[in-house]
């Protein structure tokens, strides 16, 4: 490898990360440096300290050890058939680049990954040496994210956990036959009892204490995966499902989506188009139907089936069930209210502390944040009745947003 | 009319006082004018020092005030407004909550509504000055590293800004200049004062090379260079969107950000390298790389070998990798059977559950509890017996943070018997113990009738004998304590004559 300047490593080993859409760096273990003995702060709501021209938050600082890997992973600019520029990065550089943004308030902290050089365990062993210098030599108390090699040894990933804020394990693709076809060297097995082995650790490590639970001590930030949008065929009912399969078996605090995208010295196996924005889109906004609204994930998507691109999951859903509405925000539970479209969590805890001492009217829900442009059919209370306006097809007309809204580029 | 001058500095705390006094004194809302003052709070007390002793004539008897600590924060968070009305909306609003005529954050009230939105606003603000200061360094003479930052907050952000950066640059000493105040921190003191030096044109316009003011920032540093290049490379220009970029990032506080000059030619060019992306060829790697490829270790290179298996370490391997039906998909991993090679017993369940699944040992979870509690109380060691189950991987539907156990069907039982009859052949055990519909189906190819059949033994195809009893999870579900006692015990039996009949011999 050719000796590189700092800034020619930084470019080659951040243009390598940006496929992860992981940014969060929210929750976990409440630290701050008022005792004037370290740097840095972490525990409350995540900051997006900037946002690139893809709409993406800059929060952390994501970069890759090296680009260097053995694996040959289809979908992955960094796979051993690619020919892209190779760097590595000591580990005090990514020590130094860490701490020096930090201290200039242009991130939360660290998001490490890299290729696998070597093997699982050599690699894992560097980016435990990093976390570790930073935590013990410069008392960083800021937020880090160590992507978790599935392969390495327990004791690299017990040490990993207790230095970083949250780990991550990339499932990569929604089905086992996905993966075997397009990262050969990966094992859907491997990948899951690593996800299920940090579960337990973190279940170990909350040890209850007289004031009840108390957040892990390992990963207090919990654990995410990543789940790559549109370089295989899975269909979304089949991405939700694994979704829904990850999150009940492992406690996973978020799943990403990221929509495939053209890399640079693309493989073959793969389609040369544009992103699908939109359809990664719609899977977040299922996401959070399946964590937050209660629904499941075959009710949004039935079996084999796609989201509607057009409409979003929750009004795709309200108008092939219009049997269930209108609904009377005065009387309904808080499940059948989640179910309305244009009402979100805060509308519906709104409502339901404002109806505990009065008669709610049409005119209010605006004031407590419903959309009512997709609201309006879906409810009745004094001062509305949307009549004939739940039945026909004219309804999906009118709750389609404006066509040009559609068009992201 | 009374006319109360607030300070600059401190000024929210301090209308919360003069509120508490007007309303101890039953001033009503719409004879005070609040203003804001020049400068130091003991100016500001000589200008206008209400007389909070003499209550006015005729008004009503001082209400005792009480608010939530949400409405507090609330109220004190949209004081930091830049609207001139915030102090004569906030102490309106106080008063109505103070004569009980307004319920706190009732939405159809628009003075309400509007101090909500005002709350929303400051938050936000604060927010953002939280996420786009950028300090640079200061020449330091001693141990502590300095930094300094312009920033331009739309509201009064300064004030609830500045504490959280006191909390995260502990060893560092820092100032952050606005227009209007500066926060200074040094040596872990935090102290806001008015800006004295005028206030530069922003970072970029910022000439370099001059002597650092304590209030405006030095010039740029190498560091931000790098950052720029971070920038500009964690950028994926397949997917510009500078409509969501803005939404986040509004023009407004570019002129502050080192990175955000970059921003228009980064998209110029977007669209002509995603072409370029999507257009190129696919490259066949280069002879090293396709040497180094074919020596890869793949995963399936590992697989046991086929067919019956000579040893039950060998029966251990090929079960992990078992895919003979779909169930593999979704469960962590296969779950096989447990304890000594020459065990004389072998002990059937019906499948691993949840934390079965994730340690990767069978009985684990609280029916295996149950059963070794109960084994225990029946004089039988599970350490001497071989305990598996007749399917080795979990049936589940996700359900929200939890997975529901799901009873595997009839194909899935068949299609694990393979696995099940191997330990049988391997162990060669003098009795079989099938607990519940599931192993008894495996075990008997009949899984109806538990009940009856339970502590009978069976002898199907003259192999080892089976004795069927209930699955230890049956005891859990049973809702009825009389009932769950009484199985308790049959169960207790069955496993007491199976522990009886092994050591009869």
């Known amino acids: ?409 | 009319m009374r006319e109360i001058v607030l300070p600059r500095v401190g000024s929210v705390a301090e209308w919360r006082r003069q509120v508490r006094g007007l309303l101890a004194a039953g001033v009503p809302p719409d004879r005070v004018i609040w203003r804001m003052g020049q400068a130091a709070p003991d100016l500001f007390a000589e200008a206008a020092p209400p007389d909070l002793a003499t209550p006015d004539a005729g008004s009503a008897p001082p209400a005792p005030l009480r608010l939530g600590r949400e409405a507090v924060a609330v109220l004190e968070s949209a004081m930091h407004h830049s609207d001139p009305d915030r102090f004569a909306l906030g102490h309106a609003l106080v008063a109505r909550l103070a004569a009980g005529r307004l319920v706190w954050g009732d939405r159809s009230d628009p003075p309400m509504r509007r101090l909500l939105a005002m709350d929303k606003a400051v938050r936000r603000d604060v927010h953002k000055m939280h996420a786009f200061v950028r300090f640079r360094e200061l020449p330091a003479d001693g141990p502590r590293r300095r930094f300094a930052a312009w920033f331009e907050p739309s509201q009064n952000s300064l004030e609830p800004a500045a504490p959280f950066f006191a909390r995260r640059f502990g060893d560092m000493d820092w100032v952050i200049a606005t227009p209007g105040l500066t926060a200074r921190c040094v040596g872990g003191t935090l102290d806001i004062g008015e800006t004295q030096a005028p206030p530069p044109r922003g970072i970029a316009a910022d000439p370099g090379g001059r002597a650092p003011l304590p209030d405006r920032p030095p010039a740029p540093d190498a560091a931000e260079d790098l950052w720029r290049t971070y920038y500009a490379s964690i950028f994926n220009p397949a997917r510009p969107m500078p409509r969501a970029m803005q939404a986040e990032m509004p023009k407004k506080y570019w002129k502050n950000l080192p990175e955000a000059a970059l921003i228009p030619g980064l998209l110029r060019q977007a669209e002509d390298r995603s072409r370029a992306m999507r257009k190129a060829q696919p490259r066949d790697p280069s002879p090293r790389i396709e040497a180094a490829m074919r020596n890869r270790r793949l995963p399936e290179r590992d697989l046991p070998p086929d067919g019956a298996a000579p040893d039950l370490d060998t029966l251990a391997r090929q079960i992990r990798t078992c895919t003979r039906c779909a169930l593999h998909c979704h469960a962590t991993q296969a779950v096989c059977g447990e304890g000594p090679h020459d065990a004389e017993m072998l002990i059937v369940g019906e499948q691993p559950g949840d934390q079965e699944d994730l340690q990767g040992r069978p009985f684990v979870g609280p029916a295996g509890q149950l059963f070794d509690r109960i084994a225990g109380e029946a004089g039988l060691d599970r350490r001497r017996v071989w305990v598996t189950n007749a399917v080795k991987h979990f049936k589940f539907t996700p359900r929200g943070k939890r997975r529901i156990h799901q009873r595997p069907d009839a194909g899935e039982v068949q299609a694990c018997n393979w696995w099940l009859m191997q330990e049988v052949r391997l162990i060669r055990p003098r009795l079989i113990v099938a607990m519940g519909a599931t192993a008894a189906q495996a075990l008997t190819g009949d899984g109806r009738g538990i009940l009856k059949r339970r502590g009978g033994l069976e002898r199907p195809d003259g192999g080892a004998p089976v004795l069927v009893t209930l699955h230890p999870s049956a005891l859990l579900r049973q809702p009825d304590p009389a009932a769950a006692a009484a199985q308790e015990a049959g169960f207790r039996d069955d496993l007491a004559r199976a522990a009886g009949f092994v050591a009869a011999g």
């Open chain 1, 1 to 409: 490898m050719t000796r590189r300047t700092l800034t020619e490593k930084l470019a080659i080993l951040a243009d390598a990360a940006k496929y992860d859409a992981s940014c969060a760096s929210s929750g976990g273990q409440r630290r701050d440096s008022r005792d004037g003995k370290g740097l840095g702060s972490s525990g409350g709501t995540g900051i997006c300290h900037a946002y690139a021209p893809d709409g993406r938050c800059i929060s952390l600082l994501k970069i890759l050890l090296t680009n260097v890997c053995i694996y040959d992973c289809a979908y992955c600019i960094n796979r051993v058939s690619s020919g892209v520029e190779r760097a590595r990065f000591t580990v005090d550089e990514v020590v130094r680049l860490t701490v020096e943004f930090y201290r200039r308030n242009y991130i939360e902290g660290l998001f490490l990954s890299s290729g696998i050089v070597r093997s699982p365990d050599d690699t894992m062993s560097e980016m435990v040496r990093i976390a570790r210098t930073l935590r013990e030599r410069e008392n960083f108390r800021g937020y880090i994210h160590l992507k978790t090699i599935p392969d390495a040894a327990p004791e690299l990933i017990e040490e990993a956990g207790l230095l970083a804020d949250r780990l991550s394990i990339n499932v990569e693709l929604p089905t086992d036959s996905g993966l075997a076809r397009l990262a050969p060297e990966k094992s859907p097995r491997t990948i899951r009892k690593a996800m299920a082995d940090v579960r337990l650790r973190r279940e170990e490590s909350r040890e209850p204490s007289h004031t009840g639970r108390r957040p892990a001590r390992f990963a207090p930030a919990g654990q995410s995966t990543q789940m790559i949008v549109g370089a295989d065929a899975a269909s979304d009912a089949t991405i939700l499902g694994q979704s829904a399969t990850l999150y009940s078996g492992y406690g996973l605090s978020r799943v990403y989506y990221s929509a495939f995208s053209p890399i640079p010295d693309a493989s073959r196996l793969l389609p040369p188009e544009r992103p699908p924005l939109l359809r990664e889109h719609r899977l977040y906004q299922a996401d959070w139907l399946m964590r937050f609204y209660g629904f499941d994930a075959a009710e949004i998507a039935p079996e084999g089936g796609m989201l509607d691109l057009a409409l979003d999951p929750k009004t795709a859903w309200a108008l092939a069930h219009r049997a269930a509405f209108p609904v009377d925000p005065n009387r309904a539970p808080r499940e059948v209210l989640l179910r309305v479209p244009g009402f979100g969590t805060r509308t519906v805890d709104r409502i339901l502390a404002a109806r505990r001492h009065r008669s709610l009217r049409f005119e209010d829900l605006a004031a407590m944040g419903a959309v009512m442009r997709r609201a309006r059919a879906f409810v009745t209370l004094p001062g509305w009745s949307p009549r004939g306006l739940l039945e026909g097809e004219a309804l999906k007309a009118r709750l389609m947003p404006a066509p040009q809204q559609l068009s992201l580029f």
